[in-house]
């Protein structure tokens, strides 16, 4: 083909939350893509954007909607018409005989804005269900919650990702983002050549390699070592007593926990020797500029918004948040993580970041939606809570699903399957049969993120646009047709429910206006301009607002909150049954539950298959084989995994992948126990045994 043919669009990858800047090109038989210059990626991918365009013509890709009449039987193909009228049917019938609230809807942190917002509206308006949570609630809550605790505002990155480029010392914690995000490492890369990279992990992971300094915790003891830390920060002379005084409250109150944990006596719990917590404080206290950045590793557990608080709390103490050149942030992980948890689509929310339960948040949603405030429900369970619920007395009979695929990524997925088979009615939005499509009563087939206008917000709360690239197969419809399709058949107003990208983000602008994710200055001709918007962005003269906090933090006083917290441990602790600690984390060539990369033959090739990495002592303890299927059980269910005997793990752990299904499904193992506030299952870590398959 000769290259003027081609079609060329400036786009973003579909996977994480650094959204990498691409170009997409389309060669009428197959779309390729290419890294282009991004502030967030500097020019590079990862394997898993390299291959994206894969996916766009993968086998098995869906252009028609699948339908089956009754459990047990096989889902058919049937016209578009057809599954829409079967799916309102049910859910009127439903509605009537149980009430709104018998139907239930679980959206994604991949969802671009629009989509993530109108599934927001027409749960509440198109159902009337206050039964909405999303798989968000399974990645950042924790993080989140911590943020809104201390600074009165939840933005992952309240600093462009390019600001850390110039730090002198950065801690990570719980995050590989050498494996997870590695165009990442280009901006911790100047630190780390100055020494000043530290990374806590339990495992000597490839980010690990880079850091100066490893410090190795127990899972589920991090905030032991953060309290430690902190300890060691007073002790040795670098608390910023001017910094606490002038822009944070309740310091001594934390000091009087953190005052008990002395160094020597954190290293007892976490195994992380005191020199070396010294060593870390002093890197980050010494530093002219400095970070602390969190993910999933500290976060995703059921003392989880406590642990974040932890970390904040010694961010705090040095004096590094809201100053130009330092500060805190929490890495999303998700491709929308953060615009996804913005606009309503989880259980206690409305668009702008405004909360459900807030009179005035509700009176002015109303307003743009053209209804009366009683007309929107109140605040509804937590994603785990929902799911568990579901075919219960007291449960939803229905799920509707978009952008998830929870059979393989919900926490004790075993009984999860078992809830979902309960169901009278099961819906799915997806591109292939996913695991969760594969079970359910009707499946859409829907559009991919490079046939589709659409935005995302990424982990530095800048708004991105994602063009459309090339066209979708014929078949195929968006999200946002299908929300559309069934809101008129439920007794919407079609107007109420626009199928353009760009007229839903208008109305999620004027939903906005006024809360704390403010996009109402933001359009799409400003995106297509290449503007740099970080929310919030409040009229369309307004720059953006890349530094939060550089004149004050969120709260009305303007000042950052200590939070007063301590240690709990694992909910599960190991015991002479199950004797070990399993957590979960991703590898370099998988996304999340694997529905997207498990289809692309590369990554596949590289990585076939679920692991358990396993410590040789342990391995010998525990009589498994390197190269050899073991069996990996927990009180909830057990995992077949290939062992792979490493060095770079504790003797005390074993570490799954969680992007298999099946018999592989890390999750299987993992423990629900939820966060109390953020309502956080805790992923990372649960007690387990190890035999040979
Ligand atoms: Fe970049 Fe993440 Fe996509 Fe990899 S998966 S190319 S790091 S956005």
Redesign the pocket.
Known sequence: MPVDARVEVDTH?P??A???GMVVRDERAEATVAPREFPT?RGG??Q??WTSASLLTTPGRLTTPLLRERRGAPLRPVGWAEALDHVALRLRELRERLGPDAVGVFGGGGLTNEKAYLLGKFARLALGTSKIDYNGRFCMSSAAAAGIKAFGVDRGLPFPVADLAEADAILLVGANVAET???FMRHVRPAADKGGLIVVDPRRTPTAEAAALHLQPAPGTDLALALGMLHAVVADGLLDHRYIAERTTGFDEVWRIAAAWWPERVERVTGVPAADQRAAVALLGQARNAYVLTARGTEQHASGVATVSAWINLCLALGLCGRSGSGFGCLTGQGNGQGGREHGQKADQLPGYRKIDDPAARAHVAGVWGVSVDELPGPGPSAYELLDSLGTPDGPKALLVFGSNLAVSAPRAGHVAERLESLELLVTADFVLSETAAVADVVFPVTQWAEEDGTMTNLEGRILLRSRAVTPPIGVRSDLDVLQGLAIRLGQPTHRFPTDAATVFAELGRASAGGPADYSGISYDRLRAGEALHWPVPAADHPGTPRLFLNGFGHPDGLARFQVVDHVGPAEPPDPEFPLHATTGRVLQH?QSGAQTRRVPELTEASPEAFVEVHPDTAQRFDVHDGQWATVTSRRGSVRARVRCVQTIRPDTVFLPFHFPGAQRANLLTNPALDPTSRMPEFKVCAVRLGAA
């Open positions: 990858c996977y994480c650094l959204q990498c990626n991918l990862c898993k954007g995000m590695p165009p996304y």
